[in-house]
């Protein structure tokens, strides 16, 4: 088992930034891939981005690619991502997921799941 717990959401006027953190415990961190997500009321949940285990590697949604870096520390167990130019169409529960393969953009492909965390951007 893998316990994973987002921090970091909040309200932010378009334009700003926030920094997203995933707190992960349990298994070993190093054998997941870390994506994120998220999920705006009545849509359906959404990739924005993976890292691989080493951190070597990350991969994108298009809608956020340039403006969104995911990253992980490994000594701290802890992945995150950083989101700047926020836009409000950026508003959503962001997810943080364990999974075993990489790139993963697909929900299907993660074991694990944070709770969420709330993402509200202002115009």
């Known amino acids: 088992q893998v316990q994973l717990v987002e921090s970091g959401g909040g309200l932010v006027q378009a334009g700003g930034s926030l920094r997203l953190s995933c707190a992960a415990s349990g298994r070993t961190f190093t054998w997941y891939t870390m994506g994120w997500f998220r999920q705006a009321p009545g849509k359906e949940r959404e990739f924005v981005a993976s890292?691989?285990?080493?951190?070597?590697?990350?991969y994108y949604a298009d809608s956020v690619k340039g403006r969104f870096t995911i990253s992980r520390d490994n000594a701290k167990n802890t992945a995150y991502v950083q989101m700047n130019s926020l836009k409000p169409e950026d508003t959503a529960v962001y997810y943080c997921?364990?999974?075993?393969?990489?790139?993963?953009?697909?929900?299907?492909?993660?074991?694990?799941w944070g709770q969420g965390t709330q993402v509200t951007v202002s115009s």
């Open positions: 890292i691989s285990r080493n951190g070597g590697s990350t």
């Open positions: 997921a364990a999974g075993r393969s990489f790139p993963a953009p697909a929900v299907r492909s993660y074991d694990y």
